[in-house]
């Protein structure tokens, strides 16, 4: 399926299987066609898109080649943005934004502009957290942890939660990172700097459930889609 992010007043399309992307400001939005409209990027085969906080499109080819492109109501500027860490030699699983840095997951290991690091010992399923600020650690969760993976991939902090299930992609909101599971142990994890992390079950979680975090000016919500 298609790439659809959404940040800072912009929103980017992508077709994974094309790598190619289309971009606009909320109030040029209406313009946007995929099918009648040129591609604003050419990513390649395999490429990937994420909108960054601040509404700065983040592209990234197959082979970890950046792009970053500035979106306005009179069009689109790109510029070459050097490339991820590492030989990518598979599929672009996930990508997300920290700051306006893209970091990509392929298989096990997480690439940055700055380095790489292998998840493998940590589990084999993983997700990304949602595009956010600029910070030195990338949020991953497993189904039994938060992982804090530094940018430049020198190091890795493993939050356990004491249970295991399904995780929602984390956030980070101000000073405080949030995970959850569905899981009725260890639901809820916020880990905010220079305090303990604190874990907590949340009523009446299903093991089915599947959880997504909303953000909205600085409050956290934690929704069920269905």
């Given at each position: 399926?298609?790439?659809v992010?959404?940040?800072?007043?912009?929103?980017?399309?992508?077709?994974?299987?094309?790598?190619?992307?289309?971009?606009?400001?909320?109030?040029?939005?209406?313009?946007?066609?995929?099918?009648?409209?040129?591609?604003?990027?050419?990513?390649?085969?395999?490429?990937?898109?994420?909108?960054?906080?601040?509404?700065?499109?983040?592209?990234?080819?197959?082979?970890?080649?950046?792009?970053?492109?500035?979106?306005?109501?009179?069009?689109v500027?790109?510029?070459?943005?050097?490339?991820?860490?590492?030989?990518?030699?598979?599929?672009?699983?996930?990508?997300?934004?920290?700051?306006?840095?893209?970091?990509?997951?392929?298989?096990?290991t997480?690439?940055?502009?700055?380095?790489?690091?292998?998840?493998?010992?940590?589990?084999?399923?993983?997700?990304?957290?949602?595009?956010?600020?600029?910070?030195?650690?990338?949020?991953?969760?497993?189904?039994?942890?938060?992982?804090?993976?530094?940018?430049?991939?020198?190091?890795?902090?493993?939050?356990?939660?004491?249970?295991?299930?399904?995780?929602?992609?984390?956030?980070?909101?101000?000073?405080?990172?949030?995970?959850?599971?569905?899981?009725?142990?260890?639901?809820?994890?916020?880990?905010?700097?220079?305090?303990?992390?604190?874990?907590?079950?949340?009523?009446?979680?299903?093991?089915?459930?599947?959880?997504?975090?909303?953000?909205?000016?600085?409050?956290?919500?934690?929704?069920?889609?269905?």
């Amino acid at each position: 399926g298609a790439d659809v992010s959404r940040a800072g007043g912009t929103v980017a399309v992508g077709d994974p299987a094309t790598g190619e992307v289309w971009a606009r400001t909320m109030a040029m939005v209406g313009t946007l066609s995929t099918g009648t409209s040129p591609a604003d990027l050419e990513l390649g085969a395999g490429g990937r898109v994420v909108v960054a906080t601040d509404g700065t499109v983040l592209g990234t080819a197959s082979d970890g080649t950046l792009v970053r492109a500035r979106v306005t109501d009179d069009g689109v500027v790109v510029e070459e943005a050097g490339s991820l860490v590492g030989e990518l030699t598979g599929d672009l699983d996930q990508v997300t934004a920290v700051g306006r840095a893209l970091v990509a997951l392929v298989g096990t290991t997480v690439h940055t502009p700055s380095g790489e690091v292998d998840l493998a010992s940590y589990g084999d399923a993983f997700t990304l957290q949602q595009p956010g600020a600029e910070a030195p650690v990338v949020l991953v969760a497993t189904r039994t942890a938060l992982l804090e993976v530094s940018m430049g991939g020198t190091t890795v902090r493993e939050r356990r939660t004491g249970g295991t299930g399904e995780p929602a992609a984390p956030v980070r909101v101000g000073s405080c990172a949030h995970g959850a599971w569905a899981s009725d142990v260890g639901s809820y994890l916020q880990l905010c700097d220079g305090a303990a992390p604190a874990v907590e079950p949340l009523e009446s979680m299903k093991a089915t459930a599947s959880l997504v975090f909303r953000v909205n000016r600085g409050v956290v919500v934690l929704n069920e889609t269905v």
